[in-house]
């Protein structure tokens, strides 16, 4: 698997048009499903018994993307050959009435995946700077008038930033 150039460290800049969205390589689809995928597979069950035993960091996998862009099948497809007792799968869906009485990073908190284990994000927190942005959901939320402001978006963009950085490297 080369996943270098899919990797994002904590505060890297990246130009999303620079990402591809779409494969390069010359393999056939029937190559990909039937040599690829499952070679790849076999690589990520070694690295899951390696993660879990060594138990000093999890993984956290976001997938962020529009409605019917297939995050629920490469969910499906991909994460077939990891232990299912060892990852987690998290969808963040509207918050609920106890997800929207607590800061809004409450229940992505609380789907971190713990040390040794693989969590899956199916849609992120991201959301609550894209989403909740684009609809104007925040004035619609149970917070204080002094938080809803001018500043709020870029108090969570930070907020986002610190919460990246300390979660995912400790």
């Given at each position: 698997?080369?996943i270098k150039?899919?990797?994002?460290?904590?505060?890297e800049?990246i130009?999303?048009?620079?990402?591809p969205t779409?494969y390069?390589g010359?393999?056939?689809k029937?190559?990909?499903?039937?040599?690829?995928l499952?070679?790849?597979i076999?690589?990520?069950e070694?690295?899951?018994?390696?993660?879990?035993a060594?138990n000093k960091?999890?993984?956290l996998?976001?997938?962020?993307?529009?409605?019917a862009a297939g995050?629920d099948s490469l969910?499906?497809?991909?994460?077939t050959g990891l232990?299912p007792q060892?990852?987690?799968?998290?969808?963040?869906k509207?918050?609920?009435?106890l997800?929207?009485d607590?800061?809004?990073?409450?229940?992505?908190?609380a789907?971190?995946p713990?040390?040794?284990?693989?969590?899956?994000?199916n849609r992120?927190?991201y959301e609550d700077?894209i989403?909740?942005r684009?609809?104007?959901?925040v004035?619609?939320?149970?917070?204080?008038?002094h938080l809803i402001?001018?500043e709020i978006?870029?108090r969570r963009?930070?907020e986002?930033?610190?919460?990246?950085?300390?979660?995912?490297t400790?």
């Amino acid at each position: 698997m080369k996943i270098k150039k899919y990797l994002v460290r904590p505060k890297e800049k990246i130009d999303l048009k620079k990402v591809p969205t779409y494969y390069e390589g010359n393999l056939t689809k029937e190559e990909v499903y039937s040599t690829l995928l499952p070679e790849n597979i076999k690589k990520m069950e070694e690295l899951q018994a390696r993660l879990y035993a060594e138990n000093k960091q999890g993984l956290l996998i976001v997938l962020q993307a529009m409605d019917a862009a297939g995050k629920d099948s490469l969910i499906k497809r991909i994460m077939t050959g990891l232990n299912p007792q060892g990852t987690h799968v998290a969808s963040f869906k509207v918050p609920t009435y106890l997800d929207l009485d607590h800061d809004y990073l409450y229940r992505i908190h609380a789907e971190i995946p713990a040390r040794g284990d693989i969590g899956i994000f199916n849609r992120s927190h991201y959301e609550d700077v894209i989403v909740t942005r684009v609809h104007n959901l925040v004035e619609s939320q149970p917070l204080p008038d002094h938080l809803i402001n001018t500043e709020i978006w870029n108090r969570r963009f930070e907020e986002i930033n610190n919460f990246e950085a300390v979660s995912y490297t400790h």
